[in-house]
């Protein structure tokens, strides 16, 4: 028997797949600036920072990135909840995506800082400057553009991988399409229909990250 294809159910859940669209781009672009932030600096103390310090950030990175992402959003937004620690599903979601995010991209930044050449820690102090300031503006914007497309791939990840969020009812991408082939039947069309969603904002987003890395480091021109 013949499967018929049949899309003609979008326009009455356009409001639906509008909203869980809304809420994927809100959680990507919050997990990415906070994610990315939290993960340079865990980045600078692990390389540069107190001794005291690295083996607690160190910590933390190993613990996120040896257990599976889904183990972190439940111990957020059903673990906590248990020492009186509650929060509804879209910050869960958040909070998730950013400790996420931090720990993978410490160690794709602190690669980027450990290339950098003695020579430019020796220059920012010979300019009178604090460890500080040799970092901020000597060592980081050389290695974040080294490491520029390892991270950017890394955020790409985890925009895809928000798709667990929908598993805690958070109103996402993958919850809409849950929800309307729970109404629908239409199981085929509606994740085909979310598969080229996520394709298309998966294509977006890597344009968009190579549109920043320009922005943030402009080519030299040749004399």
Not at 101 to 116: P, V
Request: hydrophobic share 55%; aromatic share 12%; proline share 4%.
């Amino acid at each position: 028997m013949a499967y018929h294809f049949d899309f003609s159910w979008i326009p009455d859940y356009a409001g639906v797949i509008l909203k869980g669209l809304a809420i994927t781009v809100e959680l990507t672009v919050v997990g990415g600036l906070v994610g990315v932030t939290l993960g340079t600096f865990c980045a600078w103390a692990r390389a540069l920072g107190p001794n005291w310090l690295k083996p607690v950030i160190g910590g933390y990175v190993e613990l996120i990135r040896n257990t599976p992402f889904m183990i972190q959003l439940f111990f957020i937004f059903f673990g906590l909840p248990s020492i009186g620690v509650h929060m509804n599903e879209l910050v869960a979601a958040n909070i998730a995506m950013v400790i996420n995010l931090g720990a993978y991209s410490a160690e794709i930044i602190r690669a980027g800082i450990q290339a950098t050449p003695r020579g430019q820690f020796e220059a920012g102090a010979s300019l009178a400057m604090s460890p500080i300031q040799t970092f901020r503006h000597v060592i980081l914007v050389p290695s974040l553009q080294r490491i520029w497309p390892a991270l950017s791939s890394q955020v790409i990840i985890v925009m895809l991988g928000s798709a667990v969020v929908s598993q805690i009812a958070a109103e996402d991408l993958t919850f809409a399409s849950n929800f309307i082939q729970s109404r629908t039947f239409r199981a085929f069309e509606a994740y085909f229909l979310t598969t080229l969603i996520y394709l298309t904002l998966a294509i977006l987003l890597r344009a968009a990250m190579r549109g920043i890395g320009t922005i943030i480091f402009p080519r030299r021109r040749r004399a």
